[in-house]
């Protein structure tokens, strides 16, 4: 048996009559593309990369197919895309909001225990408290919000308000205003797999609510840790190119 299965099997299932969702979980689809569908397609920006720089293809994880977006929003929605990557917040190392962390391409531990949970992301070196008692409001969006948890039999349901309009849900330019409210469900679905939705409500932005949905999936490999990813160093040429007199650039680095 390997350290990792017997990690696995000396885990709880359960803490304080709750799922353990205690690990490192990881989606591995590409919503952190684009949560709609698309098909595989180039990075011309980047064509010193060749096929390296490509997107690759990845179905809907919107349930209802596509995001219901105000005429108005749509028309933002395509301004964000035609200007990424360099409006994405992402490539500017700010934290990612909810839900985009979750399904990023990298992956986050929870921390359970037997009050409030913590969720650790590494890019921006970025977490969130899920407040089970403590039901607040923020003085102030921010870029994670508050989040507020409880448990409706084994499903943990956690509320997220207080955004700032910031963030974007993924790197197709795809946004939301201040007024966003997020409701995450975590369910277990075994002791690797999470079915995780989020419904989003944003009347200022979409015409009605809409969810997305997929699993999670725990890592199981020996040792399995989190690895910082501080990422302000690699921005700071996007951020500061004018005052670094840098041009953008149009060719591929030249081998030596």
Known sequence: MSAAQAQQAQRPATIGGHPNFNGVW????????????????????????????????????????????????????????????????????????????????????????GGDLLMVYPFAATNRIIYMTDFSELPVPSWMGKSTGKWEGNVLVITTTDQNEKT????????????????????????????????????????????????????????VQLLEHKCQPFADKLLYHDLMHLEPQTKPATAK
């Open 168 to 223: 974007w849900f993924d790197r197709a330019g795809n946004f939301h205003s201040n007024q966003m409210k997020v409701t995450e469900r975590f369910t277990p679905m075994d002791s690797s797999h999470i079915r995780y939705e989020a419904t989003i409500d944003d009347p200022k932005t979409f015409s009605k609510p809409w969810t997305i949905e997929m699993p999670l999936y725990r890592l199981m490999e020996d040792n």
């Open 26 to 113: 990881q989606a591995l689809n590409g919503a952190y593309w684009n949560l709609e569908a698309h098909s595989a397609a180039p990075l011309d920006a980047f064509w010193g990369l060749g096929a390296i720089a490509s997107i690759p293809a990845g179905k809907s994880l919107v349930r209802e197919g596509t995001i219901p977006y105000l005429p108005a929003a749509l028309e933002q929605r395509n301004k964000n895309r035609a200007t990424w990557p360099a409006d994405d917040p992402e490539a500017k190392c700010y934290m990612l909001g909810i839900p985009r962390a979750t399904y990023h391409n990298m992956p986050f531990q929870i921390f359970q225990g």
